[in-house]
């Protein structure tokens, strides 16, 4: 049975919102209306791609609505299921339509809590006024807060771990206190603003705390960022879109930034986050907001069920190459969050100090 999948606008409504159609028994039915009140735009999907479509999406390009044919072989109903114990899908609206004549149907409708059910023949008018006030008053698409709460059950930080991040921050923030002085002196002396840089970042289990770092570019620098996408090292030139930022050659960073960057001393503020439990000394590297809610599919959440780290895979395995690509980078945080270990991140730990040195060209 093939999907007909149908991204539809609701401009004339009045009611904004992308809707997903999969079905083929009423499509000419229902199409026809859609199309004479919306904009509406379809492609084809089987019937085995609606949860693979669906999982390939992110917080930014999730449809607001599905509206999903009931089969004639059931089918649907594992189908809404598994959309249903998704968490990234649980501000979706979903409405299921039927062709068939089935009284248990409905009340498995029910029970899995879809939005609404209809069973053939009814009014499409109806159809529509239905989601335009599912969407006013019912349509909440899920934060990264509300993911923060559903992820962070799945994940503790182990203990052994926690107590060597506790150790080695606490003797590495007294150590080096006479550089943290040395370097706060030099970053102020040449441009206005604080020494340290706080920023919103994204960590485990999607939880979201202040990050800190030695500034290294001027003031307000992160209010240039659009203007400065075309030099963006993980931009695709077919999509035009990515969900990380790494600027060439930026000129917002500052001559005693350039330094500190090149060596990461800008990152030893970050013993701080490691002290307090935000981060560990070895992980993923926690995201700024924009880009963790690029990475919200199923295949990229993984990255975010590992700790968050000072320095891990990424550091010291491909950094400074400009052949880096996005993927990759996913695929090592993905492989470090499933399979990291005392012994793993002994030998990052290692390696992260000559992979300092590299040099940096992006």
């Known amino acids: 049975m ?13 009611v904004n919102a992308r809707i997903v159609y999969a079905g083929s028994e009423l499509k000419d039915y229902l199409l026809k209306d859609l199309n004479s009140a919306y904009e509406v735009h379809h492609t084809e999907l089987s019937i085995h791609n609606i949860e693979t479509f ?74 529509c006024e239905r989601l335009s006030f599912l969407v006013k008053f019912k349509l909440i698409k899920p934060t990264l807060t509300e993911l923060s709460g559903k992820v962070d059950v799945r994940y503790r930080l182990p203990a052994y771990k926690r107590t060597f991040d506790i150790i080695a921050s606490g003797l590495a923030l007294v150590v080096l206190s006479p ?19 706080k920023s919103k970042r994204v960590g485990t289990g999607y939880k979201v705390f202040d990050f800190y770092k030695f500034r290294s570019m001027r003031m307000n620098a992160d209010k240039e960022i659009g203007l400065l996408s075309s030099l963006n090292q993980y931009t695709d030139a077919e999509k035009g879109k990515s969900a990380f930022i790494k600027i060439k050659g930026d000129p917002r960073i500052t001559r005693i930034g350039k330094f500190i960057r090149m060596t990461s001393i800008d990152e030893l503020p970050q013993l701080l986050n490691v002290l307090m439990g935000d981060m560990s000394m070895v992980g993923n590297r926690p995201l700024p907001l ?43 945080d993905n492989f470090y969050a499933s399979n990291y270990s005392f012994w793993l991140d002994l030998k990052i730990l290692m390696k992260t100090f000559p992979a300092l040195l590299q040099k940096e060209k992006v």
């Open 54 to 127: 669906l999982n390939d999406q992110s917080l930014l390009t999730l449809p607001d609505i599905l509206l999903i044919e009931a089969d004639f072989k059931g089918e649907w109903i594992q189908i809404v299921s598994n959309i249903k114990k998704n968490p990234l899908l649980g501000g979706m609206i979903i409405v299921v339509l039927s062709a068939f004549v089935n009284k248990q149907w409905k009340k498995k409708a029910i029970s899995l809590k879809v939005h609404d059910f209809y069973n053939y023949p009814f009014p499409t008018e109806d159809l």
């Open 290 to 332: 924009y880009e963790a809610e690029m990475l919200t599919s199923n295949e990229w959440t993984t990255r975010f069920l590992g700790p968050a780290g000072l320095t891990g895979l990424w550091q010291i395995s491909r950094r400074g190459k400009e052949d880096m690509s996005e993927r990759e980078r996913k695929k090592l």
């Open 179 to 197: 550089l943290f002085l040395i370097v706060g002196a030099c970053i102020a002396l040449e441009s206005k603003g604080p020494v340290i840089y």
């Open 2 to 14: 093939l999907l007909e999948s149908t991204l539809s606008t609701f401009n004339r409504s009045g």
